[in-house]
């Protein structure tokens, strides 16, 4: 039906556009040898009588010097100074009175233009949009009709990759908070993308593929941004899962056109995110041989080796499970290195607060070192999250600025859940209240335990009350001595309740939990129980990837695990026994402790410390 129109149309189109490349080859021939500059400058090079004739249309004025002269100019972040015999400049909007008579005194040649431009020309602009619909709409039922259904989708989705101009979000390292390592590893692809000739000559190996290695939201999408960013770069980036969800045969066909964008744009950064997603080991798949994911993996692996040593494109790819990618990945020319990234470190998180607070408003009682103390585990994206929620919270309160109490609650808030709303009758909140006491206390009796932090009676996610401690640093070993005590001080809620109701309650139980875990830890893996010595059982191992436990094959005899049951009951009896005596003793405290929160809910440090009377921890 549209048949006999779409040539016509067609040809129309290729007409404007010849029209208008004709059009501005005649009209901008100047081009090289001329310049944009300030009003100011014209003034000035009018004043010392070097303007030889100008044309002016609306409020932009163009013409020419009499001799050249030198203009700096920005372009790709460095700056230029060249000899230029041609300007532009914009007229003011306050009118300049003082022109006129100057470019007469100075015998100036001035033209004026009407600023309506011919009759043709902005009748092609008119219909410029028009034809480009059309020419789209034929474009593409034109693909339908040869490939039939499904060439569309391919065509519009083509690779998925976005391609991002870097001068458009410049990301540089600054933007990375911390990580060092990483970036100085990095360092060296930024060296050789930005000057691939110099890199080779002075002998560096040149980089191909960059495998990041750690956790969702620690960064590495960023820091293959900043890589890109700092070298001035295109950045082409495409998540693994986005190269095999819709149609068969889609997978191989999105990385040839994601390589050959890169190609024609070199040097540039291919990222590729949930490498694993395509990159598992080839016939490990679950269900049979996954074909789709196979073939894309093997596009993958030619297109790197398909690479031109003069091709300068650094492919990067993120992971958090190394361990399943095929092996084939990793030989050399092909993700060759690989760059760590761990969750952060408390100076680490401190420093990515500091990044995302750049531009929020802070009370003066803010003090990141301290929210980044209390958020062990959190990654950047976590604490990007903190301060969004913080600032929305300031937000609703109508408060200027975001203090540190609307800090406190978004942390709480992450970590925890919402706080819950509920009814909860004075009994229980004695109760809670005592629990908590005693693990602060137990806590605050016992050297070589983290610092609490806080302690609240006010509900969150499933918990009735909360006691944080604060390790004052993210710690990777646990000593003997260490471990005894945290089980005393988990205990001690327990312990509590019982010296003072006579009675326990359900809200220990998922202390027991985490207590009887840590004494099988301790047990099982550790060597640390003296009845049975330095052997670990595959006994309380958690599924390395799944992060659960698996039944597992026995390694031991019922003997031997009558024996760990022994053991494990005696270390919980042995924390039990400690808090119980410490508690005992120091009831007073107690007392003190639990109906100052009763009565104040919360309890930060130095509130406990005035409390229980010592102000030395
Ligand atoms: P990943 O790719 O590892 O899953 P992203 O790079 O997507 O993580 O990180 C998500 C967001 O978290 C980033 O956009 C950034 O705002 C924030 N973020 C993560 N790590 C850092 C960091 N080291 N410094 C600053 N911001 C970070
Ligand atoms: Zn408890």
Redesign the pocket.
Known sequence: MWQPIWKPLLVMLALVVVFNVVYTALIDNKEADSAEVPYSRFKEELARDNVKEITIRGNSLKGEFRQKIPVTEQANRKSQTRNVGNFTTIMPAIQDPALMPELESKKVQVTAVSQETSPIVSGLIYMLPWLLIIGVWIFFSRGVKAQGPGAMMGGFAKSGAKVYESQKAPVTFADVAGMEEAKQELREVVEYLRDPKKFSRIGGKVPKGVLLVGPPGTGKTLLARAVAGEAGVTFFSISASQFIEMFVGVGASRVRDLFSGARKVAPSIIFIDELDAVGRSRGAGFGGGHDEREQTLNQLLSEMDGFDPHEEIIVMAATNRPDVLDPALLRPGRFDRRVVIERPDWRDRESILKVHTRKTPLGPDVDLAVIAKGTPGMTGADLENLVNEAAILAARENSAVVGMKQMELAKDKILMGGERKMYISEDEKRITAY??SG?TLVAKLLPGTDPIHKVTIIPRGMAL?V?QQLPEDDRYHFPKSYLMNRIAV?LG??VAERLVFGDIST??Q??LKVVTELAEKMVCQWGMSEKIGAVTFSRGEEHPFLGMKLAQEKTFSEAMAWRIDQEISAIIQEGETVAQGLLEANRDKLDALASALLEEETLDRRRIDEVIGNGER
């Open positions: 629990h908590e693990h009350g006691t988990i809620g327990r809200g220990a998922n202390d």
